[in-house]
Nanobody
Framework: QVQLVESGGGLVQAGGSLRLSCAAS????????MGWFRQAPGKEREFVAA????????YYADFVKGRFTISRDNAKNTVYLQMNSLKPEETAVYYC??????????????????WGQGTQVTVSS
């Protein structure tokens, strides 16, 4: 079992930046591929970004490429999502999730076995 706790959400103006963090409970964190997803009110949860267990490969949804950066620090059992140039339509609850290393880069929710509780990001216009 891996427990994930997100932090760093909040209220930001359009064009602003936030850095989300996701802390994992287990030292075996380094063996998991990690992903970030988001869910806006009334919409399905969608893939945002993912990173391989080594951190050597990263994957992004087209709508965040060039603005968001995913990274991880395995020594701290933490994955990050740096979000720049935020837009009001990106207001959502952001979730981190862990998947077996073989699913590195997956954008399928079902392949992620562990999920955090989410952190609210609100972008004002």
């Amino acid at each position: 079992q891996v427990q994930l706790v997100e932090s760093g959400g909040g209220l930001v103006q359009a064009g602003g930046s936030l850095r989300l963090s996701c802390a994992a409970s287990r030292r075996t964190f380094s063996t998991y591929a990690m992903g970030w997803f988001r869910q806006a009110p009334g919409k399905e949860r969608e893939f945002v970004a993912a990173i391989s267990w080594t951190g050597g490969s990263t994957y992004y949804a087209d709508f965040v490429k060039g603005r968001f950066t995913i990274s991880r620090d395995n020594a701290k059992n933490t994955v990050y999502l740096q979000m720049n140039s935020l837009k009001p339509e990106e207001t959502a609850v952001y979730y981190c999730a862990a998947a077996p290393a073989s699913y590195s880069g997956s954008y399928y929710l079902k392949e992620y076995h562990y999920w955090g509780q989410g952190t609210q990001v609100t972008v004002s216009s």
